[in-house]
């Protein structure tokens, strides 16, 4: 069974208790690293320069305490371990992610579908790797 990293583990500490939650259960599962927790000002506002994040601190569910947002990818055991370019296997792992947050009973927005409603086609901003809680 995957576990993770001490690095996922720091990052899902500042997390909300639901990120928490759904994200121990999810590892489970499927293996994945917790890329970013919470992000302060400067972390935010770089990943805004970068075109990463389309909000400016502290406008960023990263940017809460804690943090109602996680960034979350499939690990793979062979390298590299996270592969940016390979979107099937980052859509199917959201459909695994979005499966157990279903079974919890928690609410929860990804990055590949912003609005909800399964359509990933009428997306403007895709970030694959973002999980928050419904608030």
């Known amino acids: 069974m995957p576990v993770f990293g001490e690095r996922s583990e720091k990052n899902l500490s500042e997390a909300h208790p639901t990120l928490q939650d759904l994200f121990n259960r999810v590892v489970r599962v499927y293996d ?8 302060g000002k400067e972390e935010q506002d770089r990943a805004f320069d970068k075109g990463h994040s389309q909000l ?35 859509y199917h792992f959201a459909g695994v992610v979005r499966g157990v947050a279903i079974a919890l009973g928690y609410d929860i927005r990804w990055g590949g579908d912003w609005d909800g409603d399964y359509n990933i086609h009428d997306q403007t901003f895709f970030d694959l790797v973002h999980f928050e809680i419904v608030t």
Request: hydrophobic share 35%; glycine share 2%.
């Open 56 to 90: 400016k601190f502290p406008q960023s569910k990263h940017n809460r305490w804690p943090a109602e947002a996680v960034d979350v990818v499939p690990w793979f055991a062979d390298e590299p371990h996270i592969r940016w370019e390979d979107r099937e296997t980052m």
């Open 32 to 39: 994945c690293a917790v890329i970013e927790g919470y992000r």
